[in-house]
């Protein structure tokens, strides 16, 4: 087992309907996931499907602290700009799961 933070990403406070804003708002936040990915921080991420809570994806942060799940996650324009609201919380899980996105772009390249 190892210590990881998990983020539920949620709909954040921001109502804006100004398109232009939020598409480039998400587009800063595609590119940061794949920042976090290169520095090896960021080892699952994904959106979830419509729901009544307002859930929008997840993260997991291979970090050992909330504060530094903190410290990453403001660098993303959709939580800077309140579009996005995040929850952390301390969790635990395979200590193999830093290699889960490495070991699916190897199955991926295969192709079915």
């Known amino acids: 087992m190892k210590g990881y933070v998990f983020v539920m990403l949620k709909t954040g406070t921001n109502t804006t ?16 996931i794949k920042r976090l990915v290169k520095e090896d921080k960021l080892i699952v991420a994904g959106p979830l499907g419509k729901n009544e809570n307002k859930y929008r994806g997840i993260f997991i942060l291979d970090v050992s602290t909330i504060e530094e799940a903190e410290e990453l996650i403001q660098t993303d324009p959709a939580i800077n700009s309140k579009l996005l609201a995040a929850d952390l919380y301390k969790w635990y899980g395979s200590a193999a799961l830093p290699v889960y996105i490495e070991t699916s772009d190897k199955i991926w390249k295969v192709g079915f």
Do not use: A, P
């Open 17 to 32: 309907t100004d398109e232009e804003f939020i598409d480039s708002c998400f587009s800063g936040h595609l590119q940061n």
